[in-house]
């Protein structure tokens, strides 16, 4: 039974530029949440992922999007890449009819230059 | 005013002994309670739910306190492989389950 798998697990990019982050569900899960954790912070939520709908975001800008795909997999894209924007991204994943347990994803660690 | 707030530490205790951590959270409508744990570099993994009545599991303890709105998890004799970020956490379920993290308490047990 696969857990949740995200990839890339590390990547670079220059400021300006735009990324993909790319996230399957555990097993029989069907939403997806994204998370961004930077540095000495705690997960911070930036939307919820469900019936391939954006269902809950969290306070970040229009420059974060994303998108669920038939399957229940998920891609989290960020445009305009601000230095600020470096973290660990994770992906969580819970089955909407017991949706108090999620279950994370390793996460993709990016690195704005 | 944060969701969720919590003491960051670093609380380095020796093996053996007895720590708490530490939670407030600001929504009185939560509705979900949770500790996770978080190694070094490593994604964050469910430690214990909360319960009102509270709840233990071997040597970890939690606590609720609807009225203060406060959450507090308890090691007992601890072990070098403690040593990590605990991470208080709170659940709405009138937003979607949205979670809400602390900052996360480092723990290091020390020899």
């Known amino acids: 039974d696969a857990g949740v798998t995200q990839s890339p697990t590390h990547l670079i990019k220059t400021r300006g530029q735009q990324v993909t982050l790319r996230c399957s569900p555990k097993?029989?899960?069907?939403?997806v949440s994204w998370y961004q954790q930077a540095l000495g912070q705690g997960p911070q939520f930036i939307f919820q992922?469900?019936?391939?709908?954006?269902?809950q975001r969290g306070n970040f800008p229009d420059r974060f999007s994303g998108h669920q795909f038939p399957n229940y997999s998920s891609e989290l894209n960020v445009n305009a890449l601000l230095l600020g924007d470096s973290a660990l991204y994770l992906c969580?994943?819970?089955?909407?009819?017991?949706?108090?347990?999620?279950?994370f994803g390793e996460g993709s660690w990016l690195t704005v230059v | 005013r944060k969701e969720v707030e919590q003491d960051p530490g670093p609380f380095n205790v020796p093996e053996g002994a007895t720590v708490a951590f530490n939670c407030t959270y600001s929504?009185?409508?939560?509705?979900?309670f949770f500790w996770y744990r978080q190694d070094c570099r490593k994604e964050p993994k469910l430690l214990m739910s909360?319960?009102?009545s509270g709840n233990e599991d071997g040597r970890f303890t939690a606590q609720l306190n609807r009225a203060s709105q406060y959450i507090s998890l308890l090691i007992r004799d601890s072990k070098l492989s403690d040593s990590a970020t605990y991470l208080c956490?709170?659940?709405?379920?009138?937003?979607?389950?949205?979670?809400?993290f602390g900052t996360g308490t480092s723990l290091t047990v020390i020899p």
């Open positions: 969580a994943s819970s089955l909407k009819e017991a949706g108090n347990t999620i279950y």
């Open positions: 097993s029989g899960h069907d939403t």
């Open positions: 992922y469900y019936e391939e709908e954006e269902r």
């Open positions: 929504n009185s409508a939560s509705q979900s």
């Open positions: 909360v319960y009102s």
């Open positions: 956490v709170v659940a709405d379920s009138n937003t979607g389950n949205q979670f809400y």
